[in-house]
């Protein structure tokens, strides 16, 4: 049985990055939206602190690089886990109510860790483990297809070569390590996909440009170029083996466990809509009324406990699919719903803040109209809203990627 209180245990954990949001990330917001790709330095010395956190168990779990199938915990004497898939979570929740493009350029919290953390062997866990780490799987052929990418993996004595071209690579100007997907065999289809670890100052991993951008300023996007880029066979990412029937899926699990997180970015963003809006409106000395139905109260109003009623939605069902990932159960068909259902109301209701607060909402002296550009990105990247319908209908219909494009 899920209780959807939050566990006592991380109750330190939130306070902890409300805090972080409220006066590292809101206090620099305005200031990384307008200097886009300048480095916000303020994070440098929150990542130490994090650090320390984490080296005393305050925080274990708290970001991207901790999640798993139920790392970290036992179950509690319910039989229930609450692990660091929730603790990532409602972190996260956190600090994006605080400024998710700041959250997403944090030193050590890409989602490359993600990746790592599910696969590596011990070694490399030793050797990669806390490091800042971005993940480049985009091409310019292949972004929601990922199993067309065309960068090729090539094994020469002890090293794999790595030839193509990634691009929108988050933090990838500024992270440690690049998780790259990479093929081994490219008759062999999205069997012979694997990951491989590249650190960012590999003189074959060649900047090409970072983008300029709608939203998430505060966040470098980066476009490179793997030229004959050599890594050590050591740096695959599980097995080298070509499994016909399994390869693909090993890489794709990731995503059972970040699409939940980013789910969670944008139930962050839309609470810290909601929230601003509910102030404004109260000055504006509009009154909610949770005990009258939505005729016999002011249009703002009705409005906005509507957006709320489908906050509240998202919000559930995103901390479902943590939980089940928490307690080992498969959650493929919850992490996509999640991510789809939070991506959507989140962009649907920082635009309808944005418009129920009219000309303020609209104007730079408030941070509406900048969460209303952030938001966006959270229906995109980690599969956009229409691809993770698409993996819901096949879930649900019983059909495979074949079957049902
Ligand atoms: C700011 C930013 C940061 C990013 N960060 C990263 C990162 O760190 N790492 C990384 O690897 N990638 C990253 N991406 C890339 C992102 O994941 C892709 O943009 C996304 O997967 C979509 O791919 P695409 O842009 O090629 O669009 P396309 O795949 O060309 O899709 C275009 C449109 O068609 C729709 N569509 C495509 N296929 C179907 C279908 N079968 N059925 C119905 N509709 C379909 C899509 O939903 C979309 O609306 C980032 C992108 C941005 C903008």
Redesign the pocket.
Do not use: C, H, R, Y
């Given at each position: 049985m899920i209780n959807l209180e939050t566990p006592r245990k991380f109750e330190f954990l939130v306070s902890q990055a409300h805090q972080v949001a409220t006066e590292i990330f809101r206090s620099n917001s305005r200031k990384y939206d307008r200097d886009e790709h300048g480095y916000p330095r303020e994070l440098d010395m929150l990542a130490a602190v994090i650090d320390g956190m984490n080296e005393g168990g305050a925080l274990s779990g708290a970001g991207a690089g901790g999640v798993g199938e139920g790392n970290g915990s036992k179950p509690g004497r319910d039989g229930n886990r609450n692990a660091s898939n929730i603790a990532s979570l409602l972190g996260l929740i956190e600090l994006s109510w605080g400024d998710v493009g700041l959250l997403l350029t944090m030193p050590r919290q890409g989602?490359g860790q993600a990746a790592i953390a599910a696969v590596a062997s011990e070694d490399q866990l030793k050797r990669f483990g806390g490091k800042w780490a971005?993940?480049?799987?985009?091409e310019p052929e292949a972004?929601?297809?990922s199993a067309a990418i065309r960068t090729t993996a090539t094994l020469e004595g002890d090293e794999y070569v790595l030839n193509g071209e990634?691009i929108?690579?988050?933090a990838?100007d500024r992270a440690e390590l690049i998780v790259v997907w990479a093929t081994l065999d490219r008759t062999q289809g999205r069997a012979a996909i694997r990951s491989f670890v590249v650190e960012r100052d590999n003189p074959g991993l060649i900047l090409e440009r970072l983008?300029h951008?709608l939203g998430?300023r505060a966040s470098d996007?980066a476009d490179f170029r793997l030229e004959n880029c050599r890594v050590s066979r050591d740096n695959l990412l599980g097995s080298p083996e070509i499994e016909p029937k399994r390869g693909f899926a090993g890489v794709m699990q990731t995503f059972d466990n970040t699409r939940p997180l980013v789910a969670g970015m944008a139930i962050g963003v839309a609470r810290a809509c909601l929230e601003r809006t509910r102030e404004l409106l109260t000055d504006a000395g509009v009154e909610i009324d949770y005990d009258l139905p939505p005729h016999a109260q002011v249009a703002a109003a009705s409005e906005f406990i509507a957006m709320e009623s489908d906050w509240e939605a998202a919000r559930l069902l995103t901390m479902q699919a943590a939980w089940m990932a928490d307690n080992k159960k498969p959650n493929s068909l919850q992490a996509s719903m999640a991510k789809a259902k939070a991506g959507r109301t989140a962009t649907d209701i920082a635009l309808r803040c944005v418009a129920v607060c009219g000309s303020i909402g609209y104007g730079e002296g408030e941070l509406l109209e900048k969460w209303a550009r952030d938001v966006k990105?959270l229906d995109?990247?980690?599969?956009?809203?229409?691809?993770q319908l698409?993996i819901v209908a096949r879930q649900l219909l019983g059909k495979t990627s074949a079957e049902l494009?």
């Open positions: 989602l971005a993940m480049a799987i985009t972004g929601s297809d990634k929108f690579v988050t990838g983008e951008k998430i996007t990105i995109l990247f980690e599969g956009t809203q229409q691809i698409l494009k």
